[in-house]
């Protein structure tokens, strides 16, 4: 087989997977349409009508623990949250790091104290554990 047939078949390959690979990640993202916290169902916007109003640096949003105590978690500094985003990734912090973060009307978390990678975009569930 020369040249001239084998690098068009390459090319239908690569595209064939990198088309099922698109169709894969289309169908596994969850529905973000609404944050689950500890078992129930919230949208942004009952959040913000929930939560109090936090800045800093250049970001706004809602204050994380004032949230959690509003929404009835009891006992709330004795608690880890994991925050999940809709492609799988996650991270769990704790109270102490929960009194500094934010929830911005985009879905994302913000911590004043935690690096970059705490930074969670597109967030469909905060575990209480």
Known sequence: ????KLIPILAVAVLFI????SIYV???QINSEYIDI???EYTVDQLFFIGEERTFETFSGI??????MKIGIPEPEKHEYTIIASD???QTVKW?????????????SIFSD???AFRIKDIVKIEVK
């Open 1 to 4: 087989m020369g040249k001239e």
């Open 18 to 21: 990198g088309s099922l690979s």
């Open 26 to 28: 289309y169908a596994t």
């Open 38 to 40: 500890n078992g129930q």
């Open 63 to 68: 204050a994380l623990d004032t949230l959690m």
């Open 88 to 90: 799988g990734y996650q």
């Open 96 to 108: 102490v790091n929960m009194k500094n973060g934010l929830l911005t009307e985009e879905g994302q």
């Open 114 to 116: 935690l690096p970059k």
